[in-house]
């Protein structure tokens, strides 16, 4: 299987027992809901996945059962989001042994490095791995912004090659397609930004309520691929006000609850996060409601899927 940055790839949240353990059976109902869907790869450890909670062997766990249970249908991709340069490369190595065929790679966390630090920082982890890696660009949650000029140098190390585009400045990816063309792939980390970064040339959606909606996410990316933007702008518009629940620092639990609401997953969380209570749970709830009493029906777009691929 040929390993492209493009299509729909979920954040997936990691599911979790009431006794705080690592709930596989629930991950594996939701990973293998996203396969039957149609998404193009699976993104473990990211924020949506609780990453700063997890420990290193519930790590390993997740992308090796992650890895036996796709079966090579879709890649597994593994995100990095640590605090020195030594750990990020032990993580990437780790997760290459484990089966992992890509990698998210976030900036160092905690210290607001300088943009030749950050430029160090990716260009050693790059180099210690032979994983395609794609870099995370979320100055909006994580304080630090990869400019074009960054990317430039970056761009000299083969295995990078994407950009998970979060800065929430739409006009990015003009600045991205301008310098860089093809050199550069882009996948939107905005759920509200997505049909319109894919208008500005992104390849792909690195998606948050997938997790709850991955039939609804497949086919507004398949459709809009086929040229059907109508059909896919119809249930983007349906879909908005659920996409909005992945701008909130909640965001976790409001996707867990969502995915409740679709029977793929548990509200549990890992504390210090608790699950939604009180006005905040009602109000979500109150949107699922009344989000999936329209739910629509979807077109076929698989005959396009197929022959696309």
């Known amino acids: ?21 690592l709930d596989l059976e629930t991950f594996n109902r939701n990973l293998m809901a996203q396969v039957e869907a149609g998404v193009s790869g699976v993104i473990l450890g990211g924020t949506l996945g609780e990453a700063s909670t997890l420990k290193e062997q519930e790590k390993e766990v997740l992308i090796r059962n992650a890895v036996e249970k796709v079966r090579g249908k879709v890649p597994v991709i593994c995100n990095i989001a640590e605090q020195s340069t030594k750990a990020a490369v032990r993580a990437a190595q780790a997760a290459e042994g484990q089966g992992a065929r890509g990698l998210m790679l976030l900036p160092p966390m905690r210290y607001k490095a300088t943009d030749r630090e950050v430029v160090a920082y990716f260009k050693t982890v790059a180099g210690e791995t032979s994983l395609p890696i794609m870099i995370y660009n979320n100055p909006v949650d994580y304080g630090i912004e990869v400019t074009l000029d960054m990317f430039e140098e970056l761009l000299k190390c083969p295995n990078i090659g994407a950009v998970k585009e979060s800065t929430r400045n739409i006009s990015n990816i003009h600045g991205i397609k301008t310098r860089f063309g093809e050199q550069l792939r882009i996948l939107c980390g905005v759920d509200t930004l997505a049909l319109e970064s894919f208008l500005l040339g992104a390849h792909g959606w690195v998606a948050g309520l997938v997790c709850a909606f991955p039939a609804e996410t497949v086919a507004i990316y398949e459709l809009y691929r086929a040229g059907r933007l109508e059909e896919a702008l119809s249930i983007y518009r349906w879909f908005m006000p659920l996409l909005e629940l992945d701008l909130s620092p909640q965001l976790v639990q409001n996707i867990k609850l969502a995915e409740v609401a679709t029977g793929l997953g548990t ?20 949107l699922l409601e009344e989000r999936l009493a329209c739910r629509p029906a979807l077109p076929d777009f698989h005959q396009h899927k197929a022959v696309a691929k």
């Open 1 to 21: 299987m040929e390993f492209r940055w493009e299509g729909v790839m979920p954040a997936m949240t990691t599911a979790f027992t009431p006794g705080d353990e």
């Open 267 to 286: 509200e549990n969380v890992r504390p210090p996060r608790l699950p939604l209570a009180g006005d905040a749970r009602m109000k979500v709830l109150a």
